[in-house]
């Protein structure tokens, strides 16, 4: 039952129920203790936006042998210096490695926060016990070393802190970064690079004098926490300047929560040439597309026969199914300046890369993973009894328990069904990449950007997504689950053994 018709059937408005806690109140006193899919009232958070003067910047460049500090340290956000976490000083935000497919890693990651942490390297096929899993960490004051090959192909990766329930904490105020992998393939392409290729980490959150305040209410783990500031790369309200030619845009929701309908204030096509798992099958121009936190897309903008002087804005549009609290409000993220009139002997290629679908007859299990909201009575006051939480097939992440078995080398369609529920829920598998196979209600059909591979897909309100995921041989345990990181905080997670 989705919270808006239960409200209505009880005879109660939204702000009653949430104000008086009669309706909470009569499922407690009714007998029924769980699974009614309702959530609490959510609003949207409003975007403010700022002047768009501050040049964009980027993180520095790191090789495959690197030691990143997790700490608490100081950035320069509205004018201010104020507290942040970084994996560098003085900053948001850690080091974009830059690796070549074939290189060994070898990375040391030093906590020193008064809590403990770890990376997840999302995006990356590697082994179980390098993957950032909830159970791998570096206490307070200890180290973690990252020691990896990386066999698989370009792509767009990135890394954060992935310790339960602390996760969405230590992202908002300041812990990611890029992992760029390159290959041959892709330098066959002759993409836009060096100066023309752009790196953009879209953020929001909420900024004071005080620090990034990170506290969320209720009603917030229910939406996700979202933030009033745009952020790219660290830089609130930025601006760059572009020339007369194509430009490549890397861009990452780095966001906890925020999903973004990407459009250009000119109206021009973006043309989407890659997205989690890198490189699609051919180019697809688009006038707006979604992006969930965790989502990377790979995408060409011309600014060539744009006059000198005009100002364009990337935006995120208002878009509908995204729940009671997203896509309400149409804002600028980021400013681009045409300045310099250039020759650009870029040619936007027919082809881009070959990937080939994977058979449906070749699975050997399909799974159904419900993943509307749900309420559960636990015995102490909490709404009078009742208290929110976000689960999978009516379950809580456990770090002590295996949910699903799976085996190396297999494939297997995993359907994610939101048909009963009312919020977006973007679903990412740990060390898999899979292809998107079909959305049946609210939208029901696929997008531009989930052709090719995938290890995150957003299933709005109503939806249910199936996906075929092929196994390979890194065995271990793994977890899967939503990225609205206060979801997964929340314990929308389990996991899966590959054995």
Same mark, same amino acid.
């Given at each position: ?55 964009? #910047? ?19 956000? *509205?004018?201010?210096?104020? %507290? ?5 000083? *003085? ?6 490695? *830059? ?14 926060? !008064? ?17 950032? @899993? &909830? ?21 767009? +990766? =990135?890394?954060? %802190? ?29 993409? &836009? ?89 051919? &180019? #697809? ?7 969930? %936190? ?50 650009? $002997?870029?040619?936007? %290629?027919?082809?881009?890369? +070959?990937?080939?679908?994977?058979? $449906?007859? !070749? ?35 456990? +770090? ?13 369609? =995993? ?9 977006? /829920?973007?679903? /990412?598998? @740990? ?13 029901? +059909? ?6 090719? =591979? *995938? ?31 206060? @979801? ?10 590959? #054995?």
């Amino acid at each position: 039952m989705k919270r808006r018709s239960f409200l209505k059937m009880s005879g109660l408005s939204l702000g009653s129920a949430i104000t008086s806690g009669s309706a909470i109140g009569l499922i407690a006193t009714s007998g029924c203790k769980k699974d009614f899919r309702m959530g609490l009232m959510t609003v949207p958070v409003p975007v403010s936006e700022g002047n768009f003067s501050k040049p964009l #910047s980027y993180p520095i460049q790191a090789g495959s042998n690197f030691t990143i500090t997790a700490q608490s340290t100081t950035a320069n956000l *509205k004018g201010a210096n104020i %507290p942040v976490l970084g994996y560098q000083p *003085k900053s948001l935000l850690g080091p974009s490695f *830059k690796i070549n497919k074939g290189e060994t890693v070898n990375i040391l990651l030093q906590n020193n926060l !008064s809590e403990h942490t770890n990376i997840h390297w999302h995006g990356l096929k590697i082994p179980a016990l390098m993957d950032g @899993h &909830p159970d791998q960490l570096a206490n307070a004051g200890g180290t973690f070393r990252y020691q990896f090959t990386v066999n698989q192909r370009a792509g767009l +990766s =990135w890394y954060h %802190p992935h310790p339960h329930e602390h996760t969405g904490k230590q992202v908002f105020q300041g812990l990611a970064g890029l992992f760029i992998i390159n290959d041959a393939e892709e330098a066959s392409l002759n993409l &836009p690079s060096d100066q023309y290729e752009l790196p953009l980490i879209i953020q929001d959150k909420r900024i004071t004098e005080n620090g990034i305040t990170y506290n969320p209410t209720m009603e917030e783990i229910m939406a996700g926490y979202m933030g009033d500031s745009i952020l790219v790369n660290g830089i609130y309200s930025p601006f760059t300047n572009v020339s007369t030619r194509f430009y490549r845009l890397r861009i990452l929701n780095g966001s906890n929560a925020r999903i973004y309908n990407l459009a250009l204030s000119n109206y021009a096509d973006m043309v989407i040439i890659g997205n989690d798992g890198g490189l699609l099958n051919k &180019p #697809s121009a688009v006038k707006e597309i979604l992006i969930a %936190p965790g989502e990377r897309l790979d995408v060409l903008v011309n600014f060539a026969g744009i006059t000198i002087g005009t100002e364009i804005f990337l935006l995120s549009k208002e878009f509908s199914n995204g729940g009671s609290a997203q896509g309400k409000q149409e804002f600028k993220i980021m400013k681009f300046k045409v300045s310099n009139n250039v020759m650009d $002997t870029f040619s936007l %290629p027919t082809n881009l890369s +070959s990937i080939a679908s994977v058979p $449906t007859s !070749s699975v050997v299990k399909t799974r159904t993973f419900e993943i509307s909201n749900a309420m559960e009575h636990h015995g102490y006051p909490m709404n009078n009894g009742m208290q929110m939480r976000h689960r999978i097939n009516g379950i809580l992440f456990d +770090s002590n328990r295996i949910d699903v078995g799976v085996s190396a080398n297999t494939n297997e369609i =995993w359907v994610f069904d939101n048909s009963a529920g009312d919020e977006p /829920h973007p679903m /990412h598998l @740990h060390g898999v990449f899979f292809q998107v196979i079909q959305r049946n209600g609210g939208r029901a +059909s696929l997008i531009a950007s989930e052709t090719g =591979w *995938k290890d995150t897909v957003l299933v709005m309100e109503g939806e249910r997504v199936s996906v075929i995921v092929p196994f390979e041989n890194n065995k271990g345990k793994y977890v899967f689950h939503c990225h609205n990181l206060e @979801h997964e905080d929340d314990g929308m997670m389990l996991q899966y053994q590959l #054995s």
